[in-house]
């Protein structure tokens, strides 16, 4: 599976500059199975995020003429899921203090194979169960094999955008 994450532009910047690129290729049995996802992320200042998304929603069908949006969505304040909801609570009323902080839009392209997940729940019951899968001795065995291969991970909370096809 070719993994390719693109498009990372620091947008709401005082300087005009060019778009930074980041590119990675899974590599192994994942890359021959014709599935890739990209995701373009946009790194926006906090005080301009409802503007940037209210221009959004209003002008996305100027976008989706040219393709078909698969999904669109806003990463979760405090960008990984190391924390509970209270903790995001805090983060999101601090925000109007902060005046630079990393936030993430992501949308899929439309080619990419999505399926609807096995079971429904918020973030924090999602969060419970993989905590409480670490006490399983096989997943920490598998855990401890896997990690010998991995570099880095990263994850996020993804909201869906009020038209984002996939909710």
């Not at 806003?74 to 936030?103: M, P, T, W, Y």
């Not at 429904?120 to 094999?145: I, L, M, Q, T």
Request: aromatic residues 8%; charged residues 25%.
């Amino acid at each position: 599976m070719l993994v390719l994450r693109s498009c990372l532009t620091k947008a709401g910047a005082s300087r005009t500059s060019a778009p930074e690129v980041c590119s990675s290729f899974a590599m192994g049995p994942r890359q021959y199975n014709g599935t890739f996802y990209e995701f373009c992320t946009y790194y926006l200042k906090p005080s301009k995020t409802n503007a940037f998304m209210e221009n959004l929603t209003e002008n996305i069908h100027i976008r989706t003429a040219h393709s078909e949006l698969v999904g669109f969505w806003c990463v979760e304040f405090g960008g990984r899921i190391n924390n509970n909801f209270a903790h995001r609570a805090e983060v999101r009323k601090a925000l109007a203090h902060i005046d630079k902080q990393e936030s993430e839009i992501t949308y899929l392209i439309p080619w990419s194979k999505l399926e609807k997940p096995p079971k429904e729940g918020d973030a924090d019951s999602r969060a419970a169960g993989r905590h409480k899968s670490h006490e399983d001795p096989r997943v920490v065995v598998a855990v401890r094999e896997s990690v010998n291969d991995l570099v880095s991970q990263q994850n996020m909370l993804l909201i869906p955008t009020s038209f984002s096809p996939l909710k």
